[in-house]
């Protein structure tokens, strides 16, 4: 057909019929269910999954997109956001010198007892926080689509300089806090977000696994969707494709609608243009 662009075509077909490698970042224990109900779903959405752990840490691995997975807390090292009130908040609530001077004393101590408790034992997993970290970089620096769950939401919004909560109590003060695999909870989505995009207008339930959430955003990071308690339940970057939810989407394989978003990240993957050979980390 004249005009047509034969060379054009072909590129456009390989492109349709890639599928698109996934990495998905977990813990060395305890993260195989995660990990196989991710891979399943990347498959469903025509992409390939990899299995990257601590211990296979595949620093230069070629992948087209990336997916962190959910699991153990932050280190709150890495966000260094005091748990204790500031001077202004103890004195307001503190009317009397010497309870403010105890209070003064106290807090810090506390903090900084517990932040070293922390670091050593618990569930925090620094060697899977330093891996993360350098994908996160790597993925940013080199435009690849990310999706973060959970706490992979949590530590893409730490990297960019954003904080978290520790605790979510406060939230759930005057409403029950939810804990589900099953979808219990009923979100918002941001009018005009790329969320809005994959799933549609109007709201969306979800489950509820966690016991953080993202406080202060990161830089280029915008809220995608809240719920009623005030809880942000999902992030997205300003710019390129980049998502973090709150919840556990791979757990919910019996709901067509979370699929849509395996198959955003794998699509957004396949118009990435195709690389090869060996990539350094960021």
Known sequence: M????PEAARE????ARRRPLVAITGPDRGGWPAWFFTALAVRRAGGRPLRIRPSRPCYRCHFDALIVGGGADVDPALY?????PS??????AERRWTQRLIGYAFYPMLWLLRRMLQSHGGALDPERDRL??????????EHLPMLGICRGMQLINVVLGGSLNRSLDAFYVETPK?????PV??????????LEEVFGPGALWVNALHDQAVKRLGRRIRVAACEPAGVIQAIESTSGWCIGV?????????KEIQQRLFRALVEAARQTPARSGQLAAG
């Open 80 to 84: 260094d956001e005091p748990e204790g």
């Open 185 to 194: 909870k009923r979100i918002s989505l941001e009018s005009g977000s790329r």
């Open 87 to 92: 001077a202004g908040d103890i004195q307001a």
């Open 2 to 5: 004249t005009g047509s662009d």
């Open 12 to 15: 456009e077909t390989d492109g």
């Open 246 to 254: 709150q919840w556990h989407p791979e757990y919910l394989p019996q």
């Open 178 to 182: 939810s804990r589900s695999l099953l």
């Open 132 to 141: 993360e970290k350098a994908l996160i970089n790597r993925a940013l620096d």
